[in-house]
C-alpha cells in the first residue's frame, strides 16, 4: 500500500525534535509494511545526502528538490500574504514531483510533517483529477500559531510585528487544514484542547505522541554521592540557535548559574547541541559553562551529567529532551512548560519550578538528598519503558491509515 509523505526537512539523521519524530513514523509504517515515497525540499547540498542515507537505511524512496533563495522566498511571501514558514518550505519543482507522483500512483494516504507542506498536497490532489482522492493526513506536531504568538509577546520591533503577521496567517493556514484534511495530529492533548478553543468540532484531531528508543537512550550507573557533591554535572540539550532553547539557556546562566557556583564552586553545565548562536557561545566565558556544539553522540553527556535543567519560559508541545533525560535516568529540574504533554508527575518523575528561586531551590534540594535523586531515576525510567515505545504510540496512525477489514 502507497503512503506519501511530504517533509519539510529531510528526516535523517534523526538529531533533532521533528526529525526524531518523523524518522521514527518512518521506520514504524515500513516495519508494518507500507511501501513509502518521502518527498522534502533541500536548502544545502549535505542534505542530498542525507536524503541517499535515509533510502538506504529504510529501503524507501525519498525525493528532493532545491529551494530558491531564501531573500525571494522571504519576498514571495510579504508580496502573496503567505506566511512565512509556508513560503520557506516551498519549492515548485517539488510540487511538480508530488503533483505528477499524486496523479500517477493514486496513493492510500499523503501525510504533511507539519502546516507549512498542507499547501503543496492540496493542489497536488486538486491537479490529479483522480475519482478516488488519497487520504489526507497532517501532523501538526505542535501548534505553530500559538508559538509565534508567544515569540511576539516579548519580541521587540520590528520582530514583534513579524511575528503577530505570522501567527495570524499560520492560524488562518492551520484551520483551512482542518476543513480540508480528513484527520490531523497533534503531540500532545495539551496541543489538541489548545488548537480546539479555535474550532466548534475536534472531531477531526487527535494525539500521536513522541516515543522513544530506549536502545538508544539508557541508565548509567549512578555516581556516589561524595562525586555528586564535590562537582556536580548540569545539562542542557537541544539545537541553540532555536529561540526557545536559547532563551531557557540564557535565562538560567544569568540569572541561577552564580548562585549554584557560589555554593558548588567546581560546577560544570554542559550546552551541547548544534548551531549555537553568538549569544550562547559567550557564555563560555562564564565559569563552569561549557558549549559543545555538534557532538556525534549526545547519550555520553546525559549519562555523564547529574542534573539536567528545563528552564522553558518558551515553549510548545512534548520536550523530546525531557524524555531522553527520562530514559537516562537523569534527574530533571523544569519548568511546567517542560513537562507539558508528559505523562509525568511532579515530585515522582521530575521537580517543577516556575521562578528562578524555585528553580535554584530545587536543585540544592536534588544535590542535597541522594534518595530524592535515585527515586526520580528510576520512576522516570520505568515511565518511559512502559508508555513511550515508539511501537505503542504510533498504533493510531497505522490504524488510521489500514483500509477498513484489514489486521
Known amino acids: 500500500m502507497d503512503i506519501m509523505i511530504v517533509a519539510h526537512r529531510v528526516p535523517y539523521p534523526a538529531d533533532k525534535g521533528e526529525k526524531i519524530r518523523t524518522f521514527h513514523q518512518l521506520k514504524y509504517l515500513v516495519e508494518q509494511g507500507f511501501q513509502l515515497t518521502v518527498f522534502a525540499p533541500v536548502e544545502r547540498p549535505q542534505e542530498l545526502e542525507y536524503a541517499n542515507q535515509l533510502a538506504k537505511v529504510l529501503s524507501i524512496k525519498v525525493i528532493t528538490t532545491p529551494l530558491p533563495a531564501a531573500w525571494w522566498r522571504k519576498l514571495k511571501a510579504l508580496c502573496c500574504n503567505k506566511a512565512m514558514s509556508e513560503m520557506h518550505f516551498y519549492s515548485q519543482a517539488l510540487q511538480q514531483q508530488l503533483s505528477t507522483a499524486v496523479q500517477a500512483s493514486a496513493p492510500r494516504a499523503v501525510l504533511a510533517t507539519s502546516s507549512a507542506m498542507a499547501p503543496y498536497i492540496s493542489k497536488a ?29 516579548t519580541a521587540g520591533w520590528p520582530m514583534r510585528w513579524v511575528y503577530r503577521r505570522e501567527a495570524k496567517l499560520v492560524a488562518q493556514l492551520e484551520q483551512q487544514i482542518y476543513r480540508n484534511f480528513d484527520h490531523s495530529f497533534f503531540i500532545s492533548a495539551n496541543e489538541v484542547e489548545l488548537f480546539g478553543q479555535q474550532l466548534s468540532d475536534t472531531t477531526k484531531v487527535s494525539v500521536l505522541a513522541n516515543g522513544l528508543d530506549t536502545q538508544a537512550f539508557y541508565p548509567a550507573e549512578p555516581k556516589a554521592a561524595d562525586q555528586v557533591a564535590a562537582a556536580p554535572v548540569f545539562l542542557f540539550t537541544g539545537v541553540m540557535d532555536y529561540l526557545p532553547n536559547e532563551d531557557a539557556v540564557l535565562w538560567f546562566v544569568e540569572t541561577m548559574w552564580p548562585l549554584i557556583r557560589q555554593r558548588y564552586p567546581q560546577a560544570k553545565f554542559y550546552i551541547a547541541g548544534m548551531q549555537p548562536s553568538k549569544r550562547i557561545q559567550q557564555l563560555e566565558k562564564q ?73 535554584v531551590a530545587a536543585i540544592f534540594r536534588l544535590l542535597d538528598d541522594q534518595a530524592l535523586r535515585l527515586a526520580l531515576r528510576q520512576q522516570a525510567v520505568t515511565l518511559i519503558r512502559e508508555h513511550y515505545s515508539w511501537d505503542g504510540v504510533l498504533q493510531p496512525l497505522s490504524k488510521l491509515l489500514k483500509e477498513p477489514g484489514e489486521a
Open 287 to 359: 565559569p563552569g559553562v561549557i558549549v559543545t556544539g555538534y557532538v556525534d553522540s549526545i547519550l555520553p553527556y546525559y549519562q555523564q551529567a547529574d542534573i539536567f535543567v528545563g528552564p522553558f519560559r518558551l515553549a510548545r508541545g512534548v520536550q523530546n529532551k525531557i524524555l531522553q533525560a527520562m530514559a537516562c535516568g537523569l534527574p530533571i529540574v523544569t519548568t511546567p512548560l517542560g513537562a507539558e504533554g508528559i505523562a509525568c508527575h511532579a515530585e515522582q518523575h521530575l521537580l517543577l519550578a516556575a521562578t528562578e528561586s524555585e528553580f
Open 125 to 153: 490532489v486538486s491537479q490529479s483529477g483522480s475519482a478516488k482522492r488519497p487520504l489526507l493526513l497532517m501532523d501538526f506536531m505542535d501548534l505553530d500559531s500559538d508559538k509565534w504568538r508567544q515569540y511576539s509577546v
